[in-house]
């Protein structure tokens, strides 16, 4: 995973989870909210990548 993302990915991958357990703190259902939401962010990216390199022939 950290050859992918990087330094940098890795700290933005800290700060949401920081993010996600300082809300967690105040109510645990916003907290889950906001997880699911940012997961299914994370699908939608990744589908879209992976259609834009396979019709550039990358993958």
Same mark, same amino acid.
């Given at each position: 995973?950290? /050859?992918?993302? #990087?330094?940098? *990915?890795? @700290? =933005?991958?800290?700060? @949401? %989870?920081? #993010?996600? $357990? %300082? ?8 907290? =889950? =909210?906001?997880? %699911?939401?940012? &997961?299914?962010? *994370?699908?939608?990216? /990744? &589908? &879209?990548?992976? #259609?834009? %390199? /396979?019709?550039? *022939?990358? $993958?």
């Amino acid at each position: 995973m950290y /050859r992918t993302l #990087g330094p940098l *990915g890795l @700290v =933005g991958v800290v700060a @949401v %989870l920081v #993010g996600i $357990v %300082l809300v967690a703190i105040e109510n645990l259902l916003i907290a =889950g =909210g906001l997880a %699911l939401i940012l &997961a299914g962010l *994370g699908l939608v990216v /990744r &589908a &879209a990548i992976t #259609g834009m %390199l /396979r019709s550039w *022939g990358m $993958v």
